[in-house]
């Protein structure tokens, strides 16, 4: 047998025991039970803390100023991810509380999405 006969084996049978699984449960893709949307939100240099439960977390600024975030732990000056606008951020994390504040001496707005 060629290397490419065998590549193709490998691939064929690797679909059959693959397509096995998902029909016995064994594989499953990942689904969520609960979906929060917040589709605006005003954000001010104060910032925000937001009660949010989730296992992946989508903020989009819709605004003009960037947002800085942060799961779990309030945004402090060394401690964000900043998103910029028009841009958006998944963060794939569990979490409980989504922090979200605007830079200094600016108001931004986000749209926010999580998923639990």
């Given at each position: 047998?060629?290397g490419v006969e065998i590549l193709?084996?490998?691939?064929?049978?690797?679909?059959?025991?693959?397509?096995?699984?998902?029909?016995?449960?064994?594989?499953?893709?990942?689904?969520?039970?609960?979906?929060?949307?917040?589709?605006?939100?005003?954000?001010?240099?104060?910032?925000?803390?937001?009660?949010?439960?989730?296992?992946?977390?989508?903020?989009?600024?819709?605004?003009?100023?960037?947002?800085?975030?942060?799961?779990?732990?309030?945004?402090?000056?060394?401690?964000?991810?900043?998103?910029?606008?028009?841009?958006?951020?998944?963060?794939?994390?569990?979490?409980?509380?989504?922090?979200?504040?605007?830079?200094?001496?600016?108001?931004?707005?986000?749209?926010?999405?999580?998923?639990?």
């Amino acid at each position: 047998m060629s290397g490419v006969e065998i590549l193709n084996f490998l691939k064929k049978s690797l679909g059959i025991i693959t397509k096995r699984l998902e029909e016995g449960g064994v594989l499953s893709t990942p689904s969520f039970k609960d979906h929060t949307f917040i589709p605006e939100l005003e954000v001010d240099d104060r910032g925000l803390s937001l009660p949010i439960n989730g296992l992946v977390y989508k903020v989009k600024v819709v605004g003009d100023y960037p947002a800085y975030i942060n799961v779990d732990r309030a945004v402090t000056d060394y401690e964000y991810v900043p998103v910029f606008p028009g841009e958006y951020y998944v963060i794939p994390r569990r979490g409980n509380v989504l922090y979200v504040k605007a830079p200094a001496g600016f108001r931004t707005k986000v749209r926010i999405e999580a998923l639990a």
